[in-house]
């Protein structure tokens, strides 16, 4: 086992319903209510907990599945329980709305719904279609799910001080592997979160952790042999409420089981993926599911052919292709019955002139197949959602699909959702952790090279003058190239100028200030490999502050790299800045530098004089292939050593002597 944060996949590869899975939690049928507390125990929780606005008395969730090999999927019930006390009023609403999700994924056989009021009468039970249920299908971020409803109600008849317990009961159909469980507080304290699953004979199940470190230590991990099978349990007590403003991908308050199923009398050949016992069978499994999907077709090859025409090497003939695709197509995805997990063929994507990743994707593999370059779909796991548990192959971990090709040399990695994008070239993001290789002879986990996504910089200039009233007047410049221009133009793609005017005050407006914008530009770059750059100007609100004959100016204007513990190597960029201030006769700049080089970063700045002007350098270099090397532990160390000395530094203030109040 090891700790590291997870966040739950967005629909763009699996589909939406996924997300409700995993928000929900899985769960197996079970006739009874399991709630492990006497009556004592509750009225104890509830003493304990005077303060909180509810209590989650239990949150459990189990699934029982079996292979199904006519489907080559897992197919079984989940069943999800939730015992709740509400304490007083403030979240009386929230806690009293249920939600159920019935899908392909998870097809809804039944829910309950049960009040037991403190004090005034019998238990209230309340079945599926008592409840008046309001229904929408998840959409978002490009995908529509067209076979997918969500729907939510409130309980009636729940007031505070009473007890609420929910049953939901699902057929659960999994062609990309077993669902994780998230274990969390949510809005209140969480007495017991519980976790099982039950698997016939003669499968193995492995299994890791991932999320907040102070919880993995307490979460404990039980096995019993019964004649029905072999049953897997996961449980944390005592969970305190999750943070309301944690990052999506924060792991506090919470702890994610990630297990997966195998069974090694299942050959992955034949198309199967959702048990396969590594990743290299999983990815044989997926390739032979998607193999018709790339085939070109004679209109395919036709239109590859001519678009090639003038080409006079692989790479040329990748590059032309990939342009196409992204000039001519469309990112947009809809989700019916398997299409969440398995593309639509090539020849429909080209027809329909739109498609989510796998969509592009395979088309883009047909095109280039079609010009006999041999290309491959790879799975991919973005940055957002935290790093790959590697040791486990589960494939429902992978949320992006994406492209190798063969120019002849190592390959290019393409990603076809991607705008603007020169070939060999992909985001970050894209390479946050190992991607699933399916290319005959490399199947499995592969490391994508820091050549194809670290490349490019962000230069700042900042030039203006502090007037004798103190007041600061700047024109801050950004110039972006390689992939960090990519990410700029992106940024700011498809965009009104009053809509570029806000992002450029949001990232160009310095936070340390109180500055108002009054002007800026922004140059797109004529070609995908121009320079991107933006310009603000501003002026402060109020005079800069001071003591006596001192006046303070921010160590920072333009901001900084966001910084964290976690040190996510995709996420951060080389910098250079220059600053030139103009100052009033006679102030004098007090000199000012910080020089760090501590294994993969180098961060120096440097503050002077130069006739009447006040001068800083920034210079940022990080070392990514060192830093994606190092184990969580040494990260962890940098950050607690320089790193975070450097923050705290680049907190201070440049001092200007000379002012007069």
Known sequence: MHSKAWRTLPAAFLGAAFLVALGAGPSLAAREFPSPWTAAQVDSLRAAHAGAHALVLLSQANISVAFDSRANCLRGELTRFSDVIILDNVQLAEQGT??????????????????????????????????????????????????????????????????????????????????????????????????????????????????????????????????????????LDDLPPAPRDADAAASRGRVTVIPHV?????????????????????????????VEAVAPTPEITDLARRATADCATDFARIDALYGWVQANTRYLGLYKGLSGIIPEPADNVLHDGYGDCKGLGVLLIALLRAVDIEAWPVLVRTGHLGPLAEDVPNPIQFNHFIVWANDGGDGLWLDATLEGCPAGVIYPQDAASPVLSTRPGHEGLATIPPASWSSGSLQYAVSGEITAGRSLR???????????????????????????????????????????????????????????????????????????????????????????????????????????????ASWQVQPDSMQVASGPVSWERRVWQDGQALKLTRRIRWDRPALLGMSPAARRALWDGALMRIREDERGFITINGSKY
């Open 262 to 290: 195998s069974r090694a009398d299942v050959a992955p050949a034949t198309g199967t993926f959702a048990v396969g016992p590594d990743w290299a069978s999983i990815a044989i499994g997926y390739r032979a599911r998607v």
């Open 98 to 235: 249920v939600v159920v999700v019935d899908s392909p994924l998870l097809e809804l056989k039944d829910f309950t719904a049960t009040v037991i009021p403190r004090g005034r009468g019998e238990p209230e039970r309340h079945s599926r279609g008592s409840l008046d249920w309001s229904a929408f299908a998840p959409r978002g971020a490009g995908t529509y799910s067209l076979d997918e409803e969500i729907s939510y109600a409130s309980v009636p008849g729940l007031h505070s001080g009473d007890r609420l317990q929910t049953v939901a009961t699902y057929r659960f159909t999994g062609h990309h592997g077993l669902l994780p469980e998230t274990m969390a507080g949510g809005l209140a304290p969480t007495a017991r979160c519980r976790y099982e699953v039950l698997l016939p004979r003669g499968y193995d199940l492995a299994w890791t952790a991932q999320g907040d470190s102070s919880l993995l230590g307490r979460l404990g991990k039980g096995v019993d042999e019964g004649d029905d099978g072999t049953r897997h349990a996961w449980q």
């Open 474 to 584: 700047v024109a801050i410049e950004l110039a972006a190239d390689g992939i960090a221009g990519v990410m700029l133009r992106d940024l700011g793609a498809h965009r009104t100028d009053a809509e570029l005017a806000e992002l450029r005050r949001r990232w160009l407006c310095p936070a340390t200030l109180a500055m108002g914008a009054v002007g800026g530009a922004t140059d797109a770059g004529a070609t995908s490999h121009d320079k991107v750059a933006w310009r603000l100007d501003a002026n402060t609100s109020r005079p800069l502050p001071g003591n006596g004959g001192a006046t303070f100016l921010p160590r920072t204007l333009p901001g900084l790299p966001g910084l964290t513990p976690e040190l996510r190597p995709e996420a951060l960029q080389d910098r250079d800045e220059e600053w030139t201030i103009g100052l009033p």
